[in-house]
């Protein structure tokens, strides 16, 4: 009997060593193709959202850049410079003062904030007067761009103090 039992066992070793049959390969092959794409959708999402913060940090820049130039600007008792001005801007006079490069939603821009490249950001302010305080002015500066069929903004506030 433990030759038999010695006999089953090298026959059921070689058995087992045939190797794996076609369905067992195409299952697997199956299993690591959905794998394999779920791993390329996260690269694509990835990427795409690598993309937005981009955009998102370069608006956040443009929007800093206008608000610290527009701070600069003369605001005393005497003396308002246009661009500090109660209202929408720019107008025509921050175009001609080299602040933008067109008149309200004409202000359309690079990512340096010039007109050389591929121009989708849009930056225009508005100055409120006596806001939050008397001799203040309360500026909005805001920053919109297009991206896969959505328009997406940034609004930036700053306070410029008479002086």
């Given at each position: 009997m433990k030759m038999k039992s010695s006999k089953f066992k090298v026959q059921s070793l070689k058995l087992r060593n045939k190797g794996l049959t076609l369905i067992e390969v195409l299952i697997a092959?199956?299993?690591?193709?959905?794998?394999?794409?779920?791993?390329?959708?996260?690269?694509?999402?990835?990427?795409?959202?690598?993309?937005?913060?981009?955009?998102?940090?370069?608006?956040?820049?443009?929007?800093?850049?206008?608000?610290?130039?527009?701070?600069?600007?003369?605001?005393?008792?005497?003396?308002?410079?246009?661009?500090?001005?109660?209202?929408?801007?720019?107008?025509?006079?921050?175009?001609?003062?080299?602040?933008?490069?067109?008149?309200?939603?004409?202000?359309i821009t690079d990512e340096r904030g010039q007109t050389t490249g591929p121009l989708i950001y849009t930056r225009t302010w508005t100055v409120t007067d006596n806001t939050p305080a008397a001799n203040m002015k309360t500026i909005t500066v805001t920053i919109s761009w297009t991206a896969k069929g959505a328009v997406h903004s940034i609004i930036m506030t700053g306070v410029k103090v008479r002086s």
């Amino acid at each position: 009997m433990k030759m038999k039992s010695s006999k089953f066992k090298v026959q059921s070793l070689k058995l087992r060593n045939k190797g794996l049959t076609l369905i067992e390969v195409l299952i697997a092959l199956t299993i690591l193709s959905i794998g394999l794409l779920g791993v390329a959708l996260m690269q694509v999402t990835s990427i795409s959202g690598g993309m937005f913060g981009r955009e998102m940090a370069v608006s956040t820049t443009l929007g800093q850049d206008i608000l610290e130039k527009l701070r600069t600007l003369e605001y005393t008792s005497l003396n308002t410079d246009n661009a500090l001005l109660s209202g929408s801007h720019p107008d025509s006079t921050d175009v001609s003062d080299g602040l933008a490069v067109g008149a309200d939603s004409a202000n359309i821009t690079d990512e340096r904030g010039q007109t050389t490249g591929p121009l989708i950001y849009t930056r225009t302010w508005t100055v409120t007067d006596n806001t939050p305080a008397a001799n203040m002015k309360t500026i909005t500066v805001t920053i919109s761009w297009t991206a896969k069929g959505a328009v997406h903004s940034i609004i930036m506030t700053g306070v410029k103090v008479r002086s």
